[in-house]
């Protein structure tokens, strides 16, 4: 077996290409560069097998909850660009016309954002502004992955989206606490998955999000 599917061992059955693992590798060297500059991730998680199965994986495992039928998938925090830029890079490989809109506020890392998508070739757009300031916003899936606590994220969802097909959250070790506390004021279907990087870990795939009286 070729030497960079070595690397991703927890990707082998998702059946991802040659070429997106490629993308992903360029993308860690990119990261590493701009690291040094400004701080995107901590140092510690900034080598190579941390980042792949930290950042890299944990980003790509959300691809089968992913609206690929979609003109648009929003990263509604997306700081260094996980999860935008990883899924961005597999709908590249995948020959799909799907855009991502990458919010993130920070001019330097919306900068890194753009010189990513312009080397790499992907089909993003980097909107430099606060989300929590947009309005009537429409989407596909969107995606939150280290950026607010649920409650703040379905608010934002709620309030600041038009439309939308469904909503991706990363959930940490205290996950199961906040999604039954947040069920006490937001009613919203939800399906769950283990993470495949992190023991304590989960996603939710949510939908209809509807706020209780």
Do not use: C
Not at 96 to 124: I, M, Q
């Amino acid at each position: 077996m070729e030497e960079i599917f070595k690397n991703y061992p927890l990707l082998k059955n998702q059946n991802v290409p040659r070429e997106t693992l490629i993308d992903f590798d360029l993308f860690i060297s990119m990261l590493q560069t701009e690291n040094e500059k400004i701080n995107i991730i901590s140092k510690e998680t900034a080598k190579n097998k941390v980042i792949r199965d930290r950042h890299i994986i944990d980003s790509a495992q959300i691809i089968e909850f992913v609206d690929l039928n979609s003109s648009i998938i929003t990263d509604i925090g997306s700081g260094g660009g996980m999860p935008g830029i990883i899924i961005s890079i597999m709908i590249k490989n995948q020959k799909n016309s799907t855009k991502v809109h990458l919010y993130e506020k920070s001019h330097h890392k919306s900068s890194f954002l753009r010189k990513v998508s312009r080397d790499l070739k992907l089909n993003t757009e980097v909107m430099q502004e606060n989300i929590f300031e947009a309005e009537n916003l429409d989407s596909g899936t969107i995606m939150a992955r280290a950026f607010k606590p649920l409650p703040i994220i379905l608010d934002l969802v709620y309030k600041n989206f038009s439309s939308y097909k469904n909503l991706i959250v990363f959930m940490g070790k205290n996950g199961e606490k906040v999604l039954e506390e947040t069920l006490m004021n937001w009613d919203f279907d939800f399906e769950k998955k283990k993470s495949i990087t992190s023991e304590d870990s989960f996603l939710l795939n949510i939908k209809n999000i509807k706020k209780k009286n």
